[in-house]
């Protein structure tokens, strides 16, 4: 009997398959009561008890009338939902990313509902803080979970089931939730703000001539005030828009004249929205024109989306591409469907959030980590009922319950954070994004300024469309890169600490001409690892097989892995000599040598460290975005898209560390982080300059990066990767063998390892330790497993793989260790 043909108002018995949050290989069946025949349906949240105590919401994947063979079936308590909360071509698309991936459906429920969808017996409840709530209004049983909340402070939902002494408990706390009365599981609570600024106007008493001049004249005993109004009214002739700073700027008067202008009544304020994307104080407006170039790659655009479902966009730095989006984002909507614009991180999207605010106003919604577990749950029921036609946000968007998607942009799709790595499902965004568009026979645009090498393959090979835009918007122009020999700079003396004296003397000039500077160097912290210079003794992490990093900030050694940290000893643990010597540099040690350097500069830094806490972020961006630092110094996150009109000087402080990389994607990614960092600069009108120190000066990435050598770089890289036998042209499985055992783990990984050659033969390498084969406690051991793209079934061989595991995992010497996969692994 088909699942359309059952009528669940009878009185048959029926049976729902469920997917629990949980990894766990198989679905679960359970009854359904009597009178519960008629709430069933595909893609409702029933109560099950799972285990001796545990209670899950549980989702209903099928219903069927066939009790299972080999147990039997427990009753379902309670459902949760009068209307499916996800859509059938989600369970399927469930079921894509758990067979491609390798991981169990349930990790991919656990990583695709809010938390406050998937409520469990842990899951923490706590009272809204909001005094207009009446609470006369909610039942008795309401009532006392609000009361126990005001005492408690927060309930786990195991202690509402004691308390209300029943176990069908969700939908009484649904019904809270939804009115407002309780949060659940509250996160980090990041609204969106847009960027304000202050512009002056001169007060209509003082717009005649008459009034000007009696205003100058009043103004003769505070010369800094009449200097503020005289250059106002000289900006005036050419700028309907003049903010506090342009005043401050052209009069060279301070704050204080300009806020007792305001306390007098001269000048009035008013607060405008200003894009903090474009980086300089535009105002943002609706009303935008192409350039040629733009409007040539917008034709061709559509012209490929005729012939192909996914495009390749590769257009450089600053040539314009979001406008290019936002075109097509408002023809899909103009055809009645809606679009997902993915971005490879979350403050990105608290950036281009603005303008697409202003195009799609109340018709977008944003959808990332960062939001509390309430606001992902409201914009998750207001994407089913297709409130938000647009959804901007982070990778976790694919799962969103989209209805007639029409478009899907990946903006940045070379960045590997669309790579979930843990926990499980360990998904490649963009490459789900490209499923996502295949259900819903939606159009997918790939854009990256340095494209992906599989994606650019796949666009060369005819599987994509391929559209390039190769010149910057307006009159901005690719910046100049100077190569900078470290070696032969300090041999010559003109090394002062980790600054070449050309590096130095340019950023003292840019910051001269009251311009900004970006310095880039790929390590946070302070030293990144300290040794004796007596015994040699280097100071590592307990848990795991890595050096511990110096932090100045909170002067203590810490662990970027595992997050241990611990006091700076002051003489060696090994030999007892008070020999131990800074080795390397972070951003913290550049920052401290930059201002003993150039001790009149304004410094700012933007990694890991600085940016702690809910507005971390925005705050150092703001920061600079208003000129308040001449300098920021940074990690890979100064490259994500970051756009400053008044920067027209990078500075690469080491530029080797990301090319001996030890990663066969090393050269690739140092071209693309080097050509990012490097399209920061020079944005507008002002040219733009990238001074790049290095030991390898010939280095060919160098010299594609500095040559804006795309095409060079990609077939020198697809060459090699075909030579050698790595992606696109084969794919990689990897699976780590961990436990706390070194022992056991090095026995149990070569007993997998022959188990997979059994079945795959020569396509297995390893095990072998990986590059940190310690992490948490758990040694690691790696085998990677190599399968050509032709003659091959992938499903077949996946199929192998599970069968090798099942057997491995039925030995009892291999009791407690764990197998976790990794599919496209890099």
């Known amino acids: 009997m088909s699942q359309a043909e059952l009528l669940p108002t009878d009185r048959n018995t029926y049976f729902v398959e469920v997917i629990l949050p949980l990894a766990i290989a198989k679905n679960y069946t359970y009854r359904i009561p009597l009178e519960l025949n008629a709430k069933i349906g595909i893609g409702k949240r029933v109560i099950v008890q799972f285990g001796k105590n545990k209670i899950y919401s549980a989702l209903i994947s099928s219903i069927g009338t066939e009790a299972p063979l080999q147990y039997e079936a427990k009753y379902i308590l309670d459902i949760v939902d009068d209307d499916p909360i996800i859509f059938p071509n989600q369970l399927e698309m469930w079921n894509w990313i758990s067979e491609y991936y ?114 100058l004249d009043s103004l003769n005993r505070a010369p800094k005030q009449q200097d503020a109004v005289l250059a106002y009214m000289q900006l005036q002739k050419n700028k309907s828009d003049i903010s506090r700073q342009d005043v401050m700027e052209a009069s060279g008067c301070g704050t204080a004249a300009i806020t007792a202008l305001i306390d007098k009544g001269v000048f009035d304020v008013k607060e405008k929205v200003v894009n903090r994307f474009e980086g300089t104080d535009v105002l943002l407006s609706p009303d935008f024109k192409f350039s040629p170039a733009q409007q040539t790659a917008y034709d061709q655009i559509k012209a490929e989306f005729e012939l192909k479902d996914v495009v390749l966009f590769h257009g450089v730095t600053a040539s314009g591409k979001t406008q290019l989006y936002i075109r097509l984002i408002e023809e899909a909507l103009a055809q009645g469907k809606s679009a997902l614009y993915l971005l490879p991180e979350i403050a990105l999207t608290a950036q281009i959030t603005e303008r697409l605010k202003l195009h799609f106003g109340d018709k977008l919604g944003v959808y990332h980590s960062r939001f509390n577990d309430n606001e992902r749950a409201e914009v998750w029921h207001r994407v089913r009922k297709g409130e938000f036609q647009v959804v901007i946000g982070a990778r976790s968007s694919v799962f969103l319950p989209f209805f007639d998607l029409g478009l899907i942009i990946v903006d940045e799709e070379h960045e590997n954070s669309y ?183 304004r410094i700012g830094r933007l990694d890991l460290d600085s940016t702690k806490g809910k507005h971390g972020f925005d705050r150092v961006i703001a920061a600079f975005d208003n000129q308040e630092f001449d300098v920021l110094i940074g990690t890979q996150m100064v490259t994500k898209g970051l756009d400053f009109g008044n920067v027209t000087l990078i500075g690469i402080i080491n530029a ?171």
Do not use: W
């Not at 990984?749 to 297995?764: E, T």
């Open 102 to 215: 390798m991981c169990f459906v349930g990790d991919v429920m656990q990583a695709a509902l809010p938390a406050a969808l998937k409520m469990a017996s842990e899951t923490k409840i706590m009272a809204a803080n909001d005094p207009t709530l009446d609470r006369s209004l909610v039942t008795d049983k309401g009532y006392m979970i609000l009361e126990a909340l005001d005492l408690a402070g927060e309930l786990t939902v195991n202690d509402v089931i004691k308390i209300l002494g029943q176990k069908t408990v969700f939908p009484l706390l649904r019904s809270l939730f939804d009115k407002g009365y309780i949060l659940i599981s509250e996160e980090i609570k990041e609204r969106y703000k847009p960027k304000t600024k202050a512009f002056l106007r001169l007060a209509s008493m003082f717009n005649d001539s008459d009034g000007k001049r009696d205003l």
């Open 419 to 601: 790579k979930q790595y843990d926990p499980a499902p360990r998904y490649h965004a963009r490459d789900t994004a490209i499923y996502l568009g295949h259900q819903h026979h939606a159009k997918v645009l790939l854009g990256s300024a340095t494209p992906s090498v599989e994606s650019y393959y796949n666009a060369k090979a005819g599987k994509y469309g391929l559209v390039e835009l190769l010149e910057r918007y307006g009159d901005a122009k690719l910046p100049e890169i100077k190569i900078i020999d470290i070696a032969e700079a300090a041999r010559k003396e003109e090394m002062f600490s980790y600054f070449s004296a050309e590096l130095l003397q340019a950023i003292a000039t840019t910051v001269k001409n009251k311009e900004q500077v970006i310095l880039f160097q790929n390590r946070r912290g302070h030293t990144p690892f300290l040794q004796c210079g007596t015994c040699g003794y280097v100071a590592k992490c307990v848990n795991c097989d890595v050096s511990m990093t110096y932090h100045k900030t909170s002067n203590l050694l810490h662990c970027h892995y595992c997050g241990f940290s611990e006091e700076m000893p002051q003489t060696c643990p090994g030999c007892g000599m008070p020999n131990l010597q800074s080795k390397g540099f972070g951003t913290e040690r550049v920052e401290e040598e930059l201002e003993i350097q150039l001790p009149d500069l």
């Open 656 to 826: 080797d560390g990301m090319i001996n990389f030890p990663d066969f994607r090393a050269y690739e990614r140092a071209f693309s982080l080097f050509s990012q960092v490097a399209g920061r600069a020079g944005r507008r009108q002002n040219p733009g300059t990238v001074i790049v120190q290095t030991y390898t000066p010939n280095h060919r990435i160098l010299e594609q990066v500095k040559e804006h050598d795309y095409n060079g770089m990609f077939i020198t890289e697809v060459t090699e990767r075909k030579n050698y036998q790595y992606p696109p042209f084969y794919r990689l499985i990897k699976l780590d063998v961990k436990n706390t055992d070194q022992d056991l783990v090095n026995d149990a990984a070569n007993r997998l390892a022959s188990l997979l050659r059994q079945q795959l033969g020569a396509r297995v390498l390893g095990p072998e330790p990986p590059l940190i084969s310690r992490v948490r406690n758990n040694f690691i051991q790696t085998i990677t497993l190599k399968i050509e793209r032709k003659n091959i079934s992938i499903s077949k061989v996946k199929d192998l793989i599970r069968q090798s595991i099942l057997h491995f995992d039925l030995d009892k010497k291999n009791k407690g260790v764990k197998i976790q996969i990794d599919v496209d692994p890099y």
